[in-house]
């Protein structure tokens, strides 16, 4: 047992309280103590779980990647702070049930990227992005001993990112059109078949084929349909707040304008920036 570990909850606490720590290590240090703090201390910390904290690492993913695209640093250097005590509250309840401690996180995250970097650490050739991802994959199936490639896609994972993910793994190998020409044709031949659909059943369906193929169609543009989609949401909110502002200056209800009315507050709304 190491000094760290012969220190009393009541010591760690007035240390946490009162240095802020003026090193790297040490501030590292004071987030660590401070979560063996509140396990001990706090009623609600004490009693959660990996699992039951689960939803909240994801939501303040969510919350990050909002404090990105608005460019707020403020914001994110916060955002970063939650999702970094996540991480180290995971970490410390792992250390508790005896699995692993933050040392062996740490070990664990530099030896996959040294083994999957042989391009910068080792003598493979990899000239192109190209390359660095087939060997990325073909390195994963044989580290984590996976039989097939999709083996460990996160079911987690929303559904188009899922979508991406899978699309992007099997293209790594190979399995994908040349060029974004085949993908376009598929996209022609998917809206046609969800045209013929008779039932809720293949409408689904063929909807379900229709939106895997638009995702394709993404990453042949190079663009993550998770962020297109996001930023697109996020304009059409920024719009519709400009409309709405539109219809309380006029004094009018929402319900007293005609379509064509809306459609060009719409479009003063577009040319806004």
Not at 97 to 119: T, W
Not at 124 to 134: F, G, M, N, R
Not at 174 to 201: C, H, N, Q, Y
Not at 240 to 264: A, C, I, K, T, Y
Request: negative net charge; glycine residues 4%.
């Amino acid at each position: 047992m190491d000094a760290q570990e012969k220190r009393t909850i009541a010591e760690l606490r007035d240390e946490v309280a009162s240095n802020p720590g003026s090193t790297l290590h040490e501030k590292f240090e004071r987030v660590i103590n401070l979560v063996k703090v509140l396990r001990s201390e706090c009623p609600w910390d004490r009693k959660q779980t990996p699992s039951s904290l689960a939803h909240l690492l994801l939501e303040e993913s969510y919350e990050l990647v909002h404090a990105i695209d608005e460019d707020d640093d403020h914001e994110l250097k916060k955002e970063l702070g939650d999702l970094f005590l996540h991480v180290t509250f995971q970490a410390v309840m792992a250390e508790e049930a005896g699995r692993f401690r933050f040392p062996d996180v740490f070990d664990a995250l530099c030896n996959k990227l040294i083994s999957r970097h042989p391009h910068v650490f080792a003598e493979t050739p990899a000239d192109s992005e190209q390359e660095v991802l087939k060997n990325w994959e073909s390195l994963k199936l044989k580290e984590k001993g996976r039989r097939g490639l999709l083996d460990g896609v996160p079911n987690a994972m929303s559904e188009l990112l899922r979508a991406y993910r899978v699309q992007k793994k099997v293209a790594g190998v190979g399995f994908d059109w040349d060029t974004s020409d085949g993908v376009l044709d598929k996209l022609v031949e998917e809206i046609a078949e969800l045209r013929d659909a008779s039932t809720p059943e293949e409408q689904e369906a063929e909807f379900g084929d229709l939106l895997f193929t638009i995702v394709n169609f993404s990453r042949h543009l190079h663009a993550n349909p998770e962020d297109a989609l996001r930023k697109a949401t996020n304009r059409f909110m920024h719009r519709f707040n400009l409309v709405e502002q539109m219809v309380r200056q006029s004094g009018r209800n929402w319900r007293e304008f005609s379509p064509d009315e809306l459609d060009e507050f719409w479009e003063r709304a577009k040319n806004q920036r």
